[in-house]
């Protein structure tokens, strides 16, 4: 809102879906490949790395999106499993959302019967990159 001091702007009211675990194709599990995520684009998933803290463990910004799940629709998406429960603590939103109880912090921790996952989205974006065809951006 214009002429509202940046602190005190209305926060977004997000509700939280979540999967119990990662999906079987989530790019976050260390045994998923590019070819695995149905409609698979590289680009996007570069993108999503503005969703996730930087190589120094700092960030995403305030105004970051959430990295959502691939099996959410558009306009009814809700977040990644994956990230959630690897980077999703990271977030301002999803801290916000712990903190307001519209999440369980358990969401932000993976469970013992969970896959094992990547640390970080530069390896999942690294492990993206190696196992990516080249007809796979077109």
């Known amino acids: 809102m214009r002429g509202q001091p940046e602190a005190s702007r209305p926060v977004p009211e997000y ?57 959410s629709r558009p306009g009814r998406e809700f977040a990644c499993a994956g990230w959630l429960a690897t980077v999703g603590h990271k977030h301002p939103i999803i801290r916000l959302a712990v903190t307001k109880r519209r999440l369980s912090a358990t969401a932000l921790q993976p469970s013992q019967d969970w896959p094992r996952l990547h640390p970080t989205y530069t390896d999942v974006l690294n492990k993206l990159r190696a196992t990516c065809s080249a007809d796979a951006d077109d």
Do not use: K
């Not at 999967?19 to 790019?27: D, E, R, V």
């Not at 120094?56 to 999106?65: C, E, L, R």
């Open 15 to 71: 509700t939280f879906t979540t999967l119990p675990q990662p999906c079987p194709s989530c790019p976050w599990r260390e045994s998923t490949t590019a070819s695995d995520i149905p409609n698979f684009d590289m680009n996007l998933a570069e993108d999503l790395a503005s969703c996730c803290p930087d190589e120094n463990g700092y960030g995403p910004g305030v105004d970051a999106s959430m990295f959502a799940c691939h099996q």
